[in-house]
T-cell receptor, first 114, second 110 residues
């Protein structure tokens, strides 16, 4: 079974631009979560989607948004990029999206904002 | 605030046993998980404790004491490939919202 696939692997953007990251979950997994990983703040929860509905959201500004499609694929968008948005963005899928379902992470998209 | 505390670095030799502790202070608790992340790789799930006690999976065991807000990951028969960062994480608010610790970097030496 294929794992979680994130595209692109690397991105370089300029301040003020916007970016869209894509995530394809493991087949059959309906929950997709997004995390930001930085050396200073570690892994931080962005949001979680299940059956196209956002069920939970972290403490990030409204510039960070996401969506999930009917095939469970998900995208996250960051608008008006800031230098501090440089990070590894990780997508994770799970079968049920509850506390008993482990997260399966993708290899991430490394975003650099210049 | 919500916080998880774990040591930043641990060093051990091959074949040894190492314990990585994690204490947490969170609003809401939906279990304690452990993830492993090699440099440049994705975090991978190791274990999950919802109830007090010890869970064993091969060379790895994880323990939870909810009354002490404390858990640990025990790695036995260490191998070089175990050199990685280990994160404890607490589920808060359900729906895969996890608060992660800052990670413990384990270095295994011959």
């Amino acid at each position: 079974k294929a794992g979680v696939t994130q595209t692109p692997r690397y991105l370089i953007k300029t301040r003020g631009q916007q970016v869209t990251l894509s995530c394809s979950p493991i087949s059959g997994h309906r929950s997709v979560s997004w995390y930001q990983q930085t050396p200073g703040q570690g892994l931080q929860f962005l949001f979680e989607y299940f059956s196209e509905t956002q069920r939970n959201k972290g403490n990030f500004p409204g510039r960070f948004s996401g969506r999930q499609f009917s095939n469970s694929r998900s995208e996250m968008n960051v608008s008006t990029l800031e230098l501090g948005d440089s990070a590894l963005y990780l997508c994770a899928s799970s079968s049920r999206g509850d506390e008993n379902s482990p997260l399966h992470f993708g290899n991430g998209t490394r975003l650099t904002v210049t | 605030g919500q916080s998880l505390e774990q040591p930043s670095e641990v060093t051990a030799v091959e074949g040894a046993i190492v314990q990585i502790n994690c204490t947490y202070q969170t609003s809401g608790f939906y279990g304690l998980s452990w993830y492993q992340q090699h440099d440049g790789g994705a975090p991978t799930f190791l274990s999950y404790n919802a109830l007090d006690g010890l869970e064993e999976t091969g060379r790895f065991s994880s323990f939870l004491s909810r009354s002490d807000s404390y858990g640990y990951l025990l790695l036995q028969e260490l191998q070089m490939k175990d050199s990685a960062s280990y994160f404890c994480a607490v589920g808060v608010g359900g729906y895969n919202k996890l608060i992660f610790g800052a990670g413990t970097r384990l270095a295994v030496h011959p």
